[in-house]
């Protein structure tokens, strides 16, 4: 009897730790990644409407060296918010850039038209980013990977052309091993992988690693209460090269 005891307490004290660590997980209060992120040391955000209004100042007060924020999506829409947090984190001299999410629906043209009618070819912007990754019916019933490659293939193209600088490509890891794998070798990589570090499928190296999407920063006041976090592989001078313009 005093054994089985001894037995019951010690699961109880088990179930009770990993319903703690679950629940600080989901709180956002400790995640996987941030010890194996830490050894980098240029970090940033990127944000969308979702944040509602940044105060840049504050971000930028907390580690926070670069930010990607949302500018379009698709062949259409254009974030509300993004010419203000454009116009915020450069004003606070963090370093910036716009990203794209691309639509398994529309040609790569027509939102290559979208971007470049919203983000301005200004010097000392980082590479438009273009976010890649299943959405909605997409994950049960991906698109043809064929399709998906040509029309990202004239996408980069047009923006290498405005821009003059490769864009990123952004991409959760099965996206990536579907449509990017072997594909715009020249472009930087930022990948997606907030459980455990990256490990992409051809063994290609990554420049920016998103880590976590369940980080509290001070700063904002949106819908969404979590932020984004990514590390760039390199010191701030490896960044700078990055950016429109040398």
């Not at 509602?52 to 062949?75: H, I, N, P, R």
């Not at 193209?157 to 890891?173: C, D, K």
């Amino acid at each position: 009897m005093q054994t089985r005891s001894k037995l019951l307490v010690a699961a109880t004290v088990v179930l009770v730790v990993v319903a703690v660590l679950a629940a600080l997980v989901v709180r956002g209060v400790i995640w996987p990644n941030r010890l194996l992120a830490a050894r980098y040391e240029v970090r940033g955000v990127d944000v969308s409407s979702y944040q509602g209004v940044v105060d840049w100042q504050v971000l930028a007060d907390q580690d926070v060296d670069f930010a990607y924020v949302k500018a379009t999506e698709g062949s259409g829409f254009v974030d509300d918010t993004f010419a203000t947090n454009l116009r915020g984190a450069q004003e606070v001299g963090v370093l910036v850039g716009a990203y794209h999410f691309f639509s398994f629906e529309s040609p790569g043209r027509a939102q290559a038209e979208n971007i470049i009618a919203t983000v301005p070819a200004q010097d000392g912007l980082l590479p438009v980013a273009i976010d890649v990754e299943h959405y909605g019916e997409f994950f049960r019933d991906p698109p043809d990977p064929d399709a998906i490659r040509a029309e990202l293939r004239v996408l980069v193209a047009t923006l290498r052309e405005h821009y003059g600088v490769e864009p990123v490509i952004y991409a959760t890891q099965a996206a990536y091993t579907r449509y990017v794998a072997g594909e715009l070798t020249a472009s930087p990589l930022w990948i997606r992988a907030v459980y455990l570090p990256p490990r992409v499928s051809d063994g290609r190296e990554w420049t920016f690693w998103q880590y976590s999407h369940r980080d509290r920063l001070d700063g904002y006041d949106g819908e969404e209460s979590f932020i984004d976090m990514n590390v760039f592989r390199g010191d701030l001078a490896d960044l700078r090269l990055l950016r429109q313009g040398g």
